[in-house]
């Protein structure tokens, strides 16, 4: 049983550029989490997410920032026009409910 | 949602002596509890949960926290520190919403 995988382990982008951010849950798991880690900083929460659902997004900002979990496929966190304070380390994780999170190794976008 | 705080941004003891991370929570129920541990450029692994079965929670790695509902506490300790204990810690919890936060972490140093 694989555990929840990210990818890619590293981006890099140019400022104004897309990243898109790939997290695929563990099998049996139904809800995605995606945190934000800045350097010297702890976790923050984006969004959660259940099947083709948007659970809870209050950690996202307003703008340039989108998430989904379509029925079939990984979930994908999107930032459009990427700017240098979007550098950061983006984890996933996954669970069932109330049973503690099971987290991929992360996605640490650079932008440049 | 729970509020998490963790007492110490950074923590540095002996090799061999206690290790003790503090952690309290804010909520009128006793939520889940988590403690994780993050290696360098590594996601997070989950180190320990509380579920209300019991207080003292043991996890891996000999490390063990205690639920004290009296002082909304969690704190994580290890009665011996090894070098390889090392890294940063996030304290975290969640409700029955499944909506789970974490505190800002705290960093583990250990002295030879």
């Known amino acids: 049983n694989a555990g929840v995988m990210q990818n890619p382990r590293h981006l890099v982008r140019r400022r104004g550029q897309e990243a898109r951010l790939r997290c695929s849950p563990m099998?049996?798991?139904?809800?995605v989490y995606w945190y934000r880690q800045l350097p010297e900083e702890g976790l923050k929460f984006m969004v959660y997410?259940?099947?083709?659902?948007?659970?809870?997004e209050s950690g996202m900002p307003k703008e340039r920032f989108s998430a989904e979990f379509p029925k079939e496929g990984p979930s994908i966190l999107r930032i459009q026009q990427v700017v240098r304070g979007d550098s950061a380390a983006y984890f996933c994780?996954?669970?069932?409910?109330?049973?503690?999170?099971?987290f991929g190794s992360g996605t640490r976008l650079t932008v440049v | 949602a729970q509020s998490v705080t963790q007492l110490g941004s950074h923590v540095s003891v002996s090799e061999g002596a206690l290790v003790l991370l503090r952690c309290n929570y804010s909520?009128?129920?006793?939520?889940?509890l988590f403690w994780y541990v993050q290696y360098p450029n590594q996601g997070l692994q989950l180190l320990l949960k509380?579920?209300?079965?019991?207080?003292l929670v043991k996890g891996i790695n000999g490390f063990e926290a205690e639920f004290k509902k009296s002082e909304t506490s969690f704190h994580l300790t290890k009665p011996s520190a090894h070098m390889s204990d090392a890294a940063e810690y996030f304290c975290?919890?969640?409700?029955?919403?499944?909506?789970?936060?974490f505190g800002a972490g705290t960093r583990l140093t250990v002295k030879p």
């Open positions: 997410l259940q099947k083709e659902n948007i659970i809870d």
């Open positions: 975290a919890a969640a409700g029955n919403n499944n909506d789970m936060r």
């Open positions: 909520s009128s129920v006793p939520p889940y």
């Open positions: 099998k049996g798991h139904s809800h």
């Open positions: 994780a996954s669970s069932p409910p109330t049973d503690g999170y099971t």
């Open positions: 509380y579920t209300s079965a019991a207080t």
